[in-house]
């Protein structure tokens, strides 16, 4: 006798033994799992139910971000703070949001500084194209949690030593912090940061950052007014983009001379501050320099008490600052951090750049040249006759002329450049 329990009947008009209806039940009992159980488990730690892939390139649920203070003080103290900041990302296995950086030169005074989005100096996406699968940039937006947040507070003052920073960094590469999707560094310029990266990894960095068209036009008219002036004075025919000149960097502005004055005392040394006259004597004693040739003086002309640049070169030698130059105009109508960018990439094309050891501004510019010698497979990197030379003013040469100069790109660290060195590797 069979049991009524266990009679077969109908649920929308499906038996209830059936295949189709055993497949229903599943899919209703599915439904009801994920409408009853999946948002509760979904919202722990504050992570949102839905989320919505801004890259249908990336998984934002797996992404983790680092974020850094706005970065402050000049161009290449900046790069400098931006590359390291990179590299911390990287060291944490996380995507670097887009910093804020600082068009104004006021350093000390906070509030007013004048920030400036990373992307209106350098192309955003250009940076991931050329330093994808080594760092990567992202953009706010890709944060789909921002509550999902750990403030990780650096560490600062005398006790605070590399090895305790390199120990804190490895903590939060790990659990509990790695599970946070942002970690916000908080209290300190990414640029003072203790550095724990070789040279050459900066340099990576470097090769990555391409300024925006707008700026890079505007060191093109530079850098052509510069060639055409040079084929009118040398009055021959030749091709305007292979037509040589000269760029130095001349610090002698008033805050810098401050600044390697007390360098100078404090570390006992002669070979930082160099007076005009010095600059002037030594870059007339390059060996093997072809005249005449025209020489492209990069300097801060806000903070320059000195009229007197263009006077008492040796012969050969044509000067030319902004305002002979005739481009004053094109550089008044940027902020101060565009000026130095477009002032930066007309000393990089330069045939022969002569600098200072202890400047950023210097250093970093021998740091690309270098690396594009060795790009090219240049094995000698010092002298008149190779290509990109590098020239230090403040260090003495053969024929009482500038040190010849390329960075150590086997350095284990980016100490020398970040506060300056008279040791240089030719």
């Keep these: 006798m069979e049991l009524p329990c266990f009679k077969p009947s109908k649920f929308f008009g499906l038996h209830m033994n059936s295949l189709t209806y055993k497949c229903a039940a599943f899919l ?12 509760r488990s979904s919202n722990f730690r504050g992570i949102p139910n839905s989320r919505l892939s801004l890259d249908p390139n990336l998984d934002n649920e797996k992404l983790k971000f680092l974020e850094v203070p706005q970065i402050v003080w000049g161009l290449n103290n900046q790069k400098i703070a931006f590359a390291r900041a990179c590299l911390t990302a990287r060291m944490l296995n996380r995507t670097l949001l887009m910093p804020s950086l600082s068009a104004s030169l006021f350093y000390k005074e906070v509030d007013q500084l004048r920030s400036i989005s990373f992307d209106k100096v350098f192309q955003f996406e250009e940076f991931n194209a050329r330093c994808g699968g080594f760092v990567r940039l992202g953009r706010y937006s890709e944060v789909s949690d921002t509550r999902d947040v750990f403030e990780l507070q650096k560490g600062s003052g005398r006790r605070w030593t590399v090895e305790k920073d390199f120990q804190q960094l490895r903590e939060f590469g790990k ?32 090769e990555c950052l ?53 360098l100078e005392h404090r570390l006992n040394v002669s070979e930082i501050c160099s007076s005009k006259e010095q ?16 020489m492209y003086l990069a300097v801060a002309d806000d903070l320059l ?39 930066y990439e007309v000393c990089l094309r330069s045939n022969v750049f002569v600098g200072n050891t202890f400047s950023t501004f210097s250093s970093l510019v021998v740091l690309e040249r270098t690396q594009l010698m060795m790009n090219e497979g240049v094995e000698q990197r010092c002298g008149i006759d190779v290509r990109w030379p590098s020239y230090a003013y403040n260090l003495e040469g053969e024929s009482n002329g500038p040190r010849r100069w390329a960075a150590n790109m086997s350095d284990v660290s980016l100490q020398a450049i970040s506060y300056g060195s008279n040791h240089v590797s030719c």
């Design 279 to 294: 600059i002037k004597q030594r870059v007339g004693s390059i060996v093997g320099l072809e005249t005449p040739i025209v």
């Design 210 to 262: 391409v300024l925006v068209e707008e700026i890079s036009r505007e060191a093109d008219k530079v850098v052509s007014k510069i060639r055409e002036i040079g084929v009118e004075k040398r009055s021959r025919v030749a091709p305007l983009q292979t037509m040589p000149y000269v760029a130095v960097h001349m610090r002698i502005e008033k805050d810098w001379m401050i600044h390697c004055k007390k």
């Design 28 to 39: 209703v009992i599915a439904l009801l799992f994920r409408a009853v159980w999946l948002p």
């Design 305 to 343: 008490e000195d009229n007197s640049i263009l006077e008492g070169w040796s012969e050969g030698l044509l000067p030319y600052e902004k305002k002979k130059l005739g481009v004053l105009d094109t550089y008044k109508k940027h902020p101060y951090l565009i000026q130095s960018a477009i002032d």
């Design 175 to 206: 659990a509990p912090y790695d599970e946070y999707q942002l970690i916000r560094v908080v209290g300190k310029n990414p640029f003072v940061w203790h550095d724990h990266w070789p040279a050459k990894d900066y340099a990576k960095i470097f």
